[in-house]
C-alpha cells in the first residue's frame, strides 16, 4: 500500500479526517536513514520545512513544500485528485548546466530513470517508468489524458519490477538522468538525456496554470516548450529509445 509523509508541525487529525477515505497511509514526521527509505513514500510534503529537515528528501518523486495549512491542503489536495487527478507542467528548454556545481547544491540530488510509453487508447498514454539510483528502485505506472498542452489528467500506482520489465518488451525505452533541484520553495526536475551535449530540459509541475514560481537563477533558460510537442517524453523516447526484447 502507497505511504505519503507529511512533515512539520501539522494538525494531524485534520487531516486524517480530511483523507480518512484514501487508500494511502499518511506517516507524519517520519525519519528516513537512506535513499531506499526516501522511496518507500510515493509523495512528501512539508510544512515551514528548513533546508536541513528537506535535504534528506529530496529525489523522492513527489516532494511539496508549503509555508503554511492552507497551501498544506492545496498540495495535499492537487496529489489525492480532488477534485480531479491533473497534471499540469511547464517545460523549458536550457543550456546544460555544470553537473558538478548542481551536485554541490545542498537541495540536489539525481536519480536514474527509464521510461516506455506502451500504449494508447481513447487518447489515453500509458506510461511505465523505473526510477531510482545506488540500485535502489520503484517501479510506477501512469496514466495520462491530455487536456491542454499544459495539463492532462493523471493517475499513477506503483507496480513490480516484474510488470515493468515484461511490459516494456517490444517498446522503446527511453533512459535519462533526473536532477531533482530544490528552488524558490518549488521542486524543479531537470532532464539530462545521453544523446543531447548541450541542451537540457527544466520542468515544473503546479496546481494551476496560473500558479506563480520563478526559475532557479542559476540555470540559463533558452526558450519554453511547453507547447512544442517534440520536448514531450514520449516524442523523444520514439525517436531515441532502445526497443526492449
Known amino acids: 500500500m502507497d505511504k505519503i509523509a507529511v512533515i512539520g ?41 528548513s533546508e536541513s529537515s528537506v535535504a ?38 536550457v543550456e546544460m548546466p555544470d553537473l558538478a556545481a548542481l551536485a554541490a547544491l545542498p537541495l ?6 527509464w521510461q516506455a510509453y506502451i500504449k494508447a487508447e481513447n487518447g489515453t498514454a500509458v506510461r511505465l517508468r523505473k526510477r531510482g539510483r545506488d540500485g535502489v528502485f520503484v517501479y510506477i505506472k501512469t496514466q495520462k489524458k491530455r487536456l491542454s498542452a499544459s495539463e492532462r489528467i493523471e493517475i499513477e500506482s506503483r507496480i513490480t519490477q516484474a510488470e515493468f520489465e515484461n511490459g516494456v518488451k517490444g517498446f522503446p525505452v527511453l533512459s535519462k538522468t533526473r536532477w531533482l533541484i530544490v528552488s524558490g520553495g518549488k521542486c524543479f526536475e531537470l532532464d539530462i538525456f545521453p544523446f543531447w551535449q548541450n541542451t537540457a530540459v527544466l520542468e515544473i509541475e503546479l496546481k494551476s496554470a496560473n500558479e506563480t514560481f520563478t526559475l532557479p537563477p542559476f540555470l540559463k533558460v ?8 517534440a520536448y514531450g517524453n514520449s516524442a523523444i523516447a520514439a525517436k531515441h529509445g532502445i526497443i526492449q526484447n
Open 108 to 113: 540536489c540530488r539525481s536519480v536514474e530513470i
Open 222 to 229: 533558452l526558450e519554453e516548450v511547453t507547447d512544442n510537442k
Open 9 to 49: 508541525k501539522t494538525n494531524e487529525e485534520k487531516i486524517k479526517s480530511r483523507y480518512k477515505n484514501r487508500k494511502e497511509i499518511i506517516v507524519f514526521n517520519p525519519i528516513v536513514a537512506d535513499f531506499a527509505g526516501v522511496l518507500e513514500y510515493s509523495a512528501v510534503f512539508f510544512l515551514n520545512g
Open 56 to 93: 534528506p528528501w529530496v529525489g523522492n518523486e513527489h516532494l511539496r513544500l508549503a509555508e503554511n495549512e492552507e497551501q498544506l491542503f492545496a498540495e495535499l489536495d492537487f496529489y489525492f485528485g480532488l477534485p480531479q487527478p491533473l497534471e499540469i507542467e511547464r517545460k523549458f528548454l
